[in-house]
Each structure stands twice: as C-alpha cells, then as structure tokens.
C-alpha cells in the first residue's frame, strides 16, 4: 500500500478561492479585510516567511500593511506600536513575527494584541478559549492540519492521535483540536521513553518537533494517517519534515509531504481568520 497525499497546495488554492469570494463580499459592504505583520530584525527565514505572507494577502483581495523596524527597536517601542495597531479600525489582524531579538519578551508583546486581533491564536485568552471549547481564534497550523484531515472526511471519533511535540505554537493546540473532535489524545516529546510504542498504536499521528527521521516505518502501523509538520534540511539542502517520507509513504493510508503539505495551511489559515477578524466586527 502507497499512501495518499494530502496537497497543501492544492487544498490551500481552494481555501483561498472561498476566502477571496468572502473578502469580495466584506468589500461591498465597505469593509476591507486588514493584516499587519511587523518584522523586527533581518531573521532571513522571518523575512521569506513575512513575504509569502504579506503576498498571499495581497492575492486574496485583503489590504495587508508590512512594518519592519530595526533589530534595534526598543521592547517599549514595539508595545507602542502594537497598541497602535489596536487602535487602527482598518486593522483587523496583527502579527508579530517571531522570533524577536533577544532583549525584547516575546510573550509580552503576544499579550499585547488585542484578542480580538489575534489572527496567530497565540494571545493567552486564544489558548484559553481553546482549551474551554469557546469561540476565538486557532493558531493557523495545527488549524491547517484539521483541515487536511477535514479534507480526507476523516472522523476522529474514538481514534487514537498522537502528537509528537508539545510547543505553545503546535503541539498543545494540536492535541487539544483533535480532543474536540472526540478523539483520545497522547503528547509524545523528548521525555517519553518509548516513542515507538505509543506511535504503533496511533490511528492519527502528527509530528512537530523539528527533527529529521522523528518518525520512521517501523514505528508506524498500517494504514496511519501522517501530518508532518517539521521543516528541515536534508544532507543536500533539500526541504524535508520530520518524518522519513519514502519509507513511511509505503504503510500510511495518508501522508503530507514537505514541501507542498502543512506549510501552505498555516497561511491560508492566517487568511481565514483575518476574515473572520473583520467579519465580526461588521456584523
């Protein structure tokens, strides 16, 4: 058996079309869809990351704004400037690129944006209104991820998901999207003793650690469904996720390859609430 892939690319395009048809809608009614994403620093991979960004924006019909500032900007000025953004009605969604420089707290300017504008589903009250199953914003790749297993038709009543990494970003949001979808959920990270054993009996795994080979065949059981998250360099350059694709490729029923799989998702997902951001306040 060769498993299935899940194409981010192509289930972004046709994501991003629905979104594109709304923001029409949104415009007719005077309303605009706003993102800003402010850069501090010359972090390269920031700086592809914001673009692709600020790009897909830009095709979807939204009005996107890109502020970029020295790596020298002062922690206070940044809030400021976040606090601004706040304030600015034609703003609907605020992103913060991370990482920032070192002297300023991260965690601090996440809890800066206003709730409502958290587009990136970092802010504290995000995390908590996911935790509680209320309404607020989802952080855009483990949301990605639902919607490639969305895409499958893919129930996960009474499956058994492992997620193998717990960061703020995708692991605990991972896991506790699949608990919602009524399925039983085990986080693996670097203090489990035997990833092999818990992965074996998955029915659902997603890898998100950032480490190459995370998961190999022999730790897969037939007929699996795969999200790999990672993003890495192979010993040629080359893009490559967490887990070992050609081999794995050969007993899931469904795999995401990388490229062209969850990394598509995460900003057609930032697009999706955007929107949303600004629908709801034109209500």
């Keep these: 058996m060769t498993a299935q892939l899940i194409d981010g690319n192509q289930l972004s395009k046709k994501l991003r079309a629905e979104v594109a048809a709304r923001v029409q809608a949104l415009k007719a009614k005077g309303t605009?869809?706003?993102?800003?994403?402010v850069l501090v620093g010359d972090n390269p991979a920031s700086q592809v990351y914001v673009r692709n960004k600020v790009k897909a924006c830009e095709d979807?019909?939204?009005?996107?704004?890109?502020?970029?500032?020295d790596a020298t900007m002062t922690e206070s000025d940044l809030l400021a400037r976040v606090?601004?953004?706040?304030?600015?009605?034609?703003?609907?969604?605020?992103?913060?690129?991370?990482p920032l420089p070192a002297h300023i707290d991260g965690q601090k300017v996440i809890e800066a944006i206003?709730?409502?504008?958290?587009?990136?589903?970092?802010?504290?009250?995000?995390?908590?209104?996911l935790m509680t199953g209320m309404p607020g914003f989802w952080p855009c790749t483990p949301y990605g991820c639902m919607m490639m297993?969305?895409?499958?038709?893919?129930?996960?009543?009474?499956?058994?998901?492992?997620?193998?990494?717990?960061?703020?970003?995708?692991?605990k949001p991972m896991a506790l999207m699949l608990l919602q979808k009524n399925a039983t959920v085990t986080i693996c990270h670097s203090a489990t003793p035997d990833l092999k054993a818990m992965t074996l009996q998955a029915d659902v795994i997603v890898a998100a650690v950032g480490k190459r080979n995370v998961l190999t065949v022999d730790m897969v059981k037939p007929g699996a469904v795969v999200l790999d998250v990672g993003m890495n360099r192979n010993d040629e350059g080359k893009l490559c996720g967490?887990?070992?694709?050609?081999?794995?490729?050969?007993?899931?029923?469904?795999?995401?390859?990388?490229?062209?799989?969850?990394?598509?998702?995460?900003?057609?997902?930032?697009?999706?609430?955007?929107?949303?951001a600004a629908e709801s306040v034109t209500k």
Excluded at 114 to 129: E, L, N
């Design 114 to 129: 206003s709730p409502a504008k958290d587009v990136d589903g970092f802010h504290i009250a995000s995390a908590g209104a």
């Design 242 to 276: 967490d887990v070992d694709f050609d081999g794995v490729k050969e007993v899931a029923s469904h795999i995401t390859p990388v490229p062209g799989g969850v990394g598509p998702m995460t900003i057609t997902m930032l697009l999706v609430n955007t929107l949303e």
């Design 83 to 98: 606090e601004g953004l706040n304030q600015d009605p034609s703003i609907h969604g605020i992103l913060v690129q991370l």
């Design 32 to 37: 605009t869809p706003g993102l800003a994403v």
């Design 60 to 69: 979807a019909g939204l009005h996107s704004v890109l502020e970029k500032y």
């Design 149 to 171: 297993l969305e895409s499958i038709d893919y129930d996960l009543k009474g499956k058994h998901a492992v997620v193998i990494g717990r960061s703020n970003i995708v692991g």
